[in-house]
């Protein structure tokens, strides 16, 4: 959590500004007096509400490591690029992977071949039946085999020709099992080297810019190694540290003011993420806010949030318009007519925006006093707005 102005009895810095209730503001058309407007500074009834500090992030940010060693061959940009969806955006040497590559496709072609020749020996033993001529007997092929040999040892019971061929035939299916699982294994061979290969390729997962890069091409890298970092910067976010006081008062999809560090510009935001629990160190709730399209800033800028306060009551502040004030360095102020017509330059403690004219005052100013409506930077104290004869106008020093 983060803010920019000091506590009043809270013990983080927190600032009790306006949140957007029914209020009686300043007359902002102002009392005309030559070249400058008075108004009179009325109260409103506001309810409090909580400046907390953030930080602009993108919608979506990758960081891409290494997943394996190597060297980096190419790199799509430096930061600030611009990339497409599935576009490189690092590639590692892979020829190395190639050649493992072509190994285990030779080994799958191998595996194939012996598959498709123990199916067709088997076909051949089940069906045609041992090669006799290659089998021990008397000598005379296989007609004195199989009308002899065989017939007389089964019938002294030396063996079982029938057995036998069962036997081959379950050893000629054996080899089929094995050249198939010879075959799988290098198929897994294959698609464990296309992983790695695909990890040697770094691609866009969204459109988006790198936004930062912790290699150039030529060098070697090892797993676990930052590459680069990628985001979308189109689609930006608020992210800030909510105390768990204030979530009574934030729900998702809920409207919610903040201030842009880019020319002061107030923009309204919508809840998109509150995370599901609180920080144990620091008591303290994520909540990331959507910024609207074609916001000023960019990522990493500081972002100012207008939290409403639920668990504290209304108050009556003085309002003012926002054109009259004064900054003199960092210290806000205002120009007072007093009662000799002569503007004095107060400094005051701000409170927050009731509307897109008029702010909220917290010290240094009260109801009834007048002030210059827009004074310039020049104006300091002593002037008089209010001459008495009109022939004189406000002078500026």
Do not use: C
């Not at 041992?130 to 089998?135: F, H, N, T």
């Amino acid at each position: 959590m983060k803010s920019t102005r000091q506590p009043t009895v809270a013990l983080v810095p927190l600032v009790l500004t306006a949140w957007l209730v029914p209020a009686v503001p300043a007359s902002a058309a102002g009392i005309p007096v030559g070249n400058q407007a008075v108004v009179t500074v009325e109260t409103g009834t506001v309810g409090t509400t909580t400046t907390l500090g953030g930080t602009v992030v993108p919608l979506k940010e990758v960081s891409f490591s290494a997943q394996m060693p190597g060297r980096v061959n190419f790199i799509a940009g430096v930061e600030g690029d611009w990339v497409k969806k599935g576009d490189t955006l690092v590639a590692l040497d892979d020829a190395d992977l190639q050649a493992k590559r072509r190994a285990v496709l030779a080994g799958m072609s191998n595996a194939q071949s012996a598959w498709r020749n123990a199916r067709v020996q088997y076909s051949r033993q089940v069906y045609a039946g041992p090669d006799y001529a290659d089998q021990m007997g008397m000598g005379m092929g296989k007609m004195m085999d199989r009308m002899i040999t065989k017939p007389m040892d089964n019938t002294m019971g030396g063996g079982g020709s029938e057995l036998t061929r069962r036997s081959q035939i379950y050893a000629q299916g054996t080899q089929i099992d094995q050249a198939r699982s010879q075959w799988y294994q290098a198929k897994a061979q294959l698609e464990e080297i296309d992983a790695h290969l695909r990890d040697a390729l770094s691609r866009a997962p969204f459109d988006g810019v790198i936004v930062r890069k912790s290699v150039e091409v030529g060098d070697t890298v090892q797993p676990g190694m930052p590459l680069l970092t990628f985001a979308d910067t189109v689609n930006l976010q608020i992210k800030i540290d909510v105390p768990a006081r204030l979530m009574p008062g934030i729900r998702k999809n809920m409207l919610i003011a903040a201030k842009l560090d880019v020319g002061d510009t107030r923009i309204e935001t919508r809840v998109s993420q509150v995370y599901p629990m609180a920080d144990p160190q620091r008591h303290t709730v994520t909540v990331k806010l959507d910024l609207p399209k074609n916001a000023p800033g960019g990522p990493g800028m500081y972002a100012e949030v207008i939290i409403p306060d639920v668990t504290t009551p209304n108050a009556n502040l003085p309002v003012i318009p926002k054109t009259a004030v004064l900054w003199r360095g960092s210290l806000p102020g205002v120009l007072v007519v007093n009662q000799k017509n002569e503007a004095e330059l107060r400094m005051v403690r701000m409170g927050g925006f009731v509307d897109d004219k008029t702010i909220s005052v917290l010290s240094g100013l009260q109801s009834g006093e007048r002030i210059l409506a827009a004074p310039t930077n020049t104006m300091a104290s002593g002037l008089n707005p209010m001459p008495d004869d009109g022939s004189k106008t406000p002078s500026a020093q």
